[in-house]
């Protein structure tokens, strides 16, 4: 495998018609590569193979083809034996998972591709918040499942919705050490029928993340804060940062009082005695502004001199 895969035609495993299926080359060379010394060895001897969200079937066609006996398939459509609830079913030990989750409510699949509506169903969470806090989860279920030494491969794309980007990967939180991060091109999207205006840019790319599990007792957790910072606030902000958003927040022409009312209770005006006098320094030195007249001040549009 490479740090970058691509998988033109999906192969003949799993139901085609199931949407969001992956193509089983992904789940082939996954096991080729991580449990490759099981392949062709008795029952008894094989390295164990789960597959959580399994969906329409691609893992279980891997699995035989490849020649594994005791590979368990997961998932909430009860395809593969009883119904797996992955928010209240335990998942066996293993020495290698897949979990190809839902990507929110990008498809829903309970009610939608197979039976009725589930609330257990993670293509249907209220939220995307809900829907993060529930895939964290399972992903911690799936972590304590694992042998030491197994691995667990997470395949998962991006959201966009109303305009806004959600990236799952950066959102969700990463349980294990990472072995790979491999970013897998996709083809033969629902969204490849649709036009796009403005400065859309198609999402085109899943993320396929492979956490090991190194030891038994320490779990190395990794997950995302979000923050917002005023920039008034910041002590690492630049005189010229703040200079320029007091300009553009009154529309790119300036008086010095009101900057100088703007920037009063900023943390560089505290820090500083001569404050006014490091404002107009700014402005004089920096070439994206330009007097007007005397005591006015205005952005410079660099591209025209450009």
Same mark, same amino acid.
């Given at each position: 495998?490479?740090?970058?895969?691509?998988?033109?035609?999906?192969?003949?495993?799993?139901?085609?018609?199931?949407?969001?299926?992956?193509?089983?080359?992904?789940?082939?060379?996954?096991?080729?590569?991580?449990?490759?010394?099981?392949?062709?060895?008795?029952?008894?001897?094989?390295?164990?193979?789960?597959?959580?969200?399994?969906?329409?079937?691609?893992?279980?066609?891997?699995?035989?083809?490849?020649?594994?006996?005791?590979?368990?398939?997961?998932?909430?459509?009860?395809?593969?034996?009883?119904?797996?609830?992955?928010?209240?079913?335990?998942?066996?030990?293993?020495?290698?998972?897949?979990?190809?989750?839902?990507?929110?409510?990008?498809? =829903?699949?309970?009610?939608?591709?197979?039976?009725?509506?589930?609330?257990?169903?993670?293509?249907?969470?209220?939220?995307?918040?809900?829907?993060?806090?529930?895939?964290?989860?399972?992903?911690?279920?799936?972590?304590?499942?694992?042998?030491?030494?197994?691995?667990?491969?997470?395949?998962?794309?991006?959201?966009?919705?109303?305009?806004?980007?959600?990236?799952?990967?950066?959102?969700?939180?990463?349980?294990?050490?990472?072995?790979?991060?491999?970013?897998?091109?996709?083809?033969?999207?629902?969204?490849?029928?649709?036009?796009?205006?403005?400065?859309?840019?198609?999402?085109?790319?899943?993320?396929?993340?492979?956490?090991?599990?190194?030891?038994?007792?320490?779990?190395?957790?990794?997950?995302?804060?979000?923050?917002?910072?005023?920039?008034?606030?910041?002590?690492?902000?630049?005189? =010229?940062?703040?200079?320029?958003?007091?300009?553009?927040?009154?529309?790119?022409?300036?008086?010095?009082?009101?900057?100088?009312?703007?920037?009063?209770?900023?943390?560089?005006?505290?820090?500083?005695?001569?404050?006014?006098?490091?404002?107009?320094?700014?402005?004089?030195?920096?070439?994206?502004?330009?007097?007007?007249?005397?005591?006015?001040?205005?952005?410079?549009?660099?591209?025209?001199?450009?």
């Amino acid at each position: 495998m490479h740090s970058v895969i691509n998988y033109e035609q999906r192969g003949t495993y799993g139901n085609n018609k199931y949407r969001g299926n992956c193509s089983g080359k992904v789940i082939k060379d996954l096991l080729l590569h991580y449990m490759g010394d099981s392949i062709g060895k008795p029952q008894k001897q094989q390295a164990s193979f789960c597959e959580v969200f399994a969906g329409g079937g691609t893992g279980l066609d891997v699995a035989r083809e490849l020649g594994f006996k005791n590979s368990i398939h997961l998932d909430l459509n009860g395809k593969f034996g009883p119904s797996w609830n992955a928010m209240k079913d335990e998942i066996p030990v293993s020495s290698f998972i897949f979990s190809h989750p839902p990507y929110h409510d990008i498809i =829903k699949y309970s009610g939608n591709v197979w039976g009725q509506p589930h609330p257990d169903d993670l293509s249907r969470c209220g939220s995307y918040e809900e829907f993060i806090k529930k895939l964290d989860f399972v992903n911690a279920k799936i972590y304590r499942a694992l042998k030491r030494g197994g691995y667990h491969a997470f395949l998962v794309g991006d959201v966009r919705r109303n305009g806004q980007y959600f990236s799952i990967i950066k959102d969700m939180t990463w349980f294990g050490s990472i072995d790979a991060h491999v970013i897998k091109t996709q083809h033969n999207c629902f969204s490849d029928q649709k036009n796009y205006r403005g400065k859309f840019i198609p999402i085109k790319h899943e993320h396929l993340i492979v956490f090991k599990k190194e030891h038994l007792w320490a779990i190395p957790i990794k997950f995302n804060v979000n923050l917002e910072k005023d920039l008034r606030d910041s002590k690492h902000a630049t005189w =010229k940062d703040v200079v320029y958003a007091a300009m553009e927040m009154i529309g790119g022409t300036a008086t010095l009082q009101e900057l100088y009312d703007i920037l009063a209770d900023t943390e560089k005006t505290k820090s500083n005695p001569n404050w006014k006098a490091k404002i107009r320094q700014t402005l004089q030195i920096n070439q994206q502004f330009t007097p007007v007249k005397r005591g006015v001040w205005k952005f410079v549009d660099l591209e025209a001199i450009a």
